[in-house]
């Protein structure tokens, strides 16, 4: 996703001093939303870089749920069909391309519940810079063991339209719990939390239904983790987090204010994901102004 990057460059400096040493001072106005940055994770450790230029527009992540080494990342607008597997050190171990499909602006991925339960990889084809596109994207497909093409037989797809007409967004959730999946807007002053019909792989098409709306905007990335108890979203300057209660779905525990945890400015900051035990986070830039990407890890105290 292209973005202004004079207004990136102008956000960032003014994001660097304000959050200098994780002691951000807060306006009045904002306090009650974004809270100060959350001592529970610690700042972000460099892991690797990724060199390879076909990963220079990396603008999803996931960790797996069955092999919690692999790390799934993929390109948006123009790339490849393809899942890309690092180590969560960063290291490529190979891909998973899925036969039959383009990437028109695929923009996050998360790994869940699908049929029967088994363990499933979803791919958001939802990005839309000029609000354009009439349909957008939902794939999944069965999580493999081996690291080979996907047959298109074996990918499920489902139409989706926004209330009200096309709308830009980059992040994608998926409840483990419940199965339930999520995708939060991008360029309203408030984004707002859009739920898929349950049926909605099963009959081929569906109409989102529109929940409530953040105090944020420009969300890009989002991720839950594997026992459903923490939630991520982030834009291009921050990172919300939320605790969920046992008997809360997702969507409540999103109405609560977030906290905010510690980021490492990153160029073009669009992917954010757990690690497999949610005791850390992962967070991966595009290149931008010459910039190799780099994996941090934000682990927990």
Known sequence: MKIN?????????????????????????????????????LAGIPQNKLANPVLEEVSGLVVSHRYPNRLYVHTDSGGEAAVFVLDTLGNELGKLELSGLSNRDWEDIAVGPG???SSYIYVAE??????RYDQIYLYRFAEPELLQ?????????????????????????????????????KREAKNTLYRVPADGFEKGNALLEKLHSFDFTSSVAADVSRDGSQI???????????TRQA???????????????????????????????????????????????TLYRYPKK
Do not use: H, M
Not at 30 to 41: E, G, L, M, P, R
Not at 232 to 242: A, D, E, R, T
Not at 256 to 265: F, G, I, K, N, T
């Open 5 to 41: 990057l004079l207004y990136i460059s102008v956000a960032l400096a003014f994001f660097t001093l304000s959050c200098a040493e994780g002691n951000t001072q807060v306006s009045q106005k904002n306090a009650s939303v974004i809270q100060k940055i959350d001592s529970v994770f």
């Open 115 to 117: 049929p029967n339960g």
């Open 126 to 131: 939802i990005g839309d810079n000029e609000a």
């Open 149 to 185: 093409a996907i047959p298109s037989a074996a990918i499920d797809r489902v139409s989706l339209q926004f209330p009200g007409g096309p709308k830009d967004a980059e992040s994608f959730l998926v409840d483990p719990i419940s199965g339930e999946l999520y995708l939060v807007s």
């Open 232 to 242: 991520l979203i982030k834009n291009y300057l921050q990172v919300f987090y939320w």
């Open 247 to 293: 008997n809360q779905s997702l969507s409540e525990a999103l109405q609560a204010p977030p906290q905010r945890l510690p980021y490492v400015p990153e160029p073009q900051g669009e992917a954010i994901g757990f690690n497999c035990k949610g005791d850390a986070y992962f967070t991966l830039s595009e290149k931008r102004n010459g910039i190799i990407p």
